[in-house]
């Protein structure tokens, strides 16, 4: 069983930057960060693989950067040009093993993280 660790979330004004770092107990494939708002399903917004490779929500595309640092079982999520529309729970997610190149769908991702609130005020 993997755990995650994420920390980072917090208040900031429209425009503004905040970075999310998520520490995994283990080594996995592919890590992402998903999002969720009250009433609304949980959404993609990132994910980068073992090589590197990486993949965007085109409402995050230009504006957030998913990086790792591989020997620490870490992967971040920096925040630019925030909006408020970006106001949400934020969630961390693994793949342990190899199953698709850069996995965008909540199924399939194998462990989560417990979440944490970013809140971008107008």
């Known amino acids: 069983q993997v755990q995650l660790v994420e920390s980072g979330g917090g208040f900031v004004q429209a425009g503004g930057s905040l970075r999310l770092s998520c520490t995994a107990s283990?080594?996995?494939?592919?890590m992402g960060w998903f999002r969720q708002s009250p009433g609304k399903e949980r959404e993609f917004v990132a994910t980068?693989?073992?090589?590197?490779?990486?993949y965007y929500a085109d409402s995050v595309k230009g504006r957030f950067t998913i990086s790792t640092d591989n020997a620490k079982n870490t992967v971040y999520l920096q925040m630019s040009s925030l909006k408020p529309e970006d106001t949400a729970v934020y969630y961390c997610?693994?793949?342990?093993?190899?199953?698709?190149?850069?996995?965008?769908?909540?199924?399939?991702?194998?462990?989560w993280g417990q979440g944490t609130q970013v809140t971008v005020s107008s």
């Open positions: 980068i693989n073992w090589s590197g490779n990486t």
């Open positions: 997610a693994a793949v342990r093993n190899f199953r698709v190149p850069l996995p965008t769908t909540p199924g399939e991702y194998d462990y």
């Open positions: 283990g080594r996995n494939y592919a």
